[in-house]
T-cell receptor
C-alpha cells in the first residue's frame, strides 16, 4: 500500500518568509508525528496528533511553528518568518496503534537563505 | 547525559562479516525499541522493533535487548556493501504519547 507522503520534497525560502509543509499519512493511521532532523543528527520530536487532536506540541522550538490536522488525515506544519536555524529536514511519521512502529515519509528539506 | 546514546562511527567491516551496533538509553521505563536504517539523503526506514528482553531475529538482522542494562543492539550478519548506511536507535518515550527519542546514529561502512 501507499506509504507516508510529504510535499514539497525541497523548499528554499528567504529569511522571513512563511512556509507550509504537507504530510499525508498511511491510510487508517490514527497517530501522526512531526520530527526535525538537522545534518548529522537523529530526528527530534516536534509534535504529535491523534486523529485531529494535537496532544503534544512540546517539541515545537518557538511560536513561529504551528501544526494542524483538521480532519484527522492530512497534516500541515507551518513555519512563520523563517530563520536560518530552521534549515533542516522535516519528517512526518504515522503509526497505527499505541505500541506500533512509526513509518516515515520521505521528508521535506527546507533551506532558508 | 543524552537519552539515547550511540557511537557515531564510522564502523567499518568487510563484506561478509558481522556488524554489531550498540545503543544505550537512560529512561528505565521505556518499553519499545526500534532500529532504523537511513541512507544518505533519504528518510529513516524501520528495520527492527523489539519489546521484550532477549533476541529477535529477522533475516540477517538480530536485535538484542537487555532492559536491566538499558542496552539494545543490532547485529547484521553477512554484511553487504548495500548495508552501508547510518543506523538510528530509537526508544519510545515513557512519558506523553510515546514519541520516539533517537540517538545520533552509527554510520556503518561495509567494504567489498
Amino acid at each position: 500500500g501507499a506509504g507516508v507522503s510529504q510535499s514539497p520534497r525541497y523548499k528554499v525560502a528567504k529569511r522571513g518568509q512563511d512556509v507550509a509543509l504537507r504530510c499525508d499519512p498511511i491510510s487508517g493511521h490514527v497517530s501522526l508525528f512531526w520530527y526535525q532532523q538537522a545534518l548529522g543528527q537523529g530526528p527530534e520530536f516536534l509534535t504529535y496528533f491523534q486523529n485531529e487532536a494535537q496532544l503534544d506540541k512540546s517539541g515545537l522550538p518557538s511560536d513561529r511553528f504551528f501544526a494542524e490536522r483538521p480532519e484527522g488525515s492530512v497534516s500541515t506544519l507551518k513555519i512563520q518568518r523563517t530563520q536560518q536555524e530552521d534549515s533542516a529536514v522535516y519528517l512526518c511519521a504515522s503509526r497505527q496503534g499505541a505500541r506500533d512502529e512509526q513509518y516515515f515519509g520521505p521528508g521535506t528539506r527546507l533551506t532558508v537563505t | 547525559q543524552k537519552e539515547v546514546e550511540q557511537n557515531s562511527g564510522p564502523l567499518s567491516v568487510p563484506e561478509g562479516a558481522i556488524a554489531s551496533l550498540n545503543c544505550t538509553y537512560s529512561d528505565r521505563g521505556s518499553q519499545s525499541f526500534f532500529w532504523y536504517r537511513q541512507y544518505s539523503g533519504k528518510s529513516p526506514e524501520l528495520i527492527m522493533s523489539i519489546y521484550s528482553n532477549g533476541d529477535k531475529e529477522d533475516g540477517r538482522f538480530t536485535a538484542q535487548l537487555n532492559k536491566a542494562s538499558q542496552y539494545v543492539s543490532l547485529l547484521i550478519r553477512d554484511s553487504q556493501p548495500s548495508d552501508s548506511a547510518t543506523y538510528l536507535c530509537a526508544v519510545n518515550s515513557n512519558t506523553g504519547f510515546q514519541k520516539l527519542v533517537f540517538g545520533t546514529g552509527t554510520r556503518l561502512l561495509v567494504s567489498p
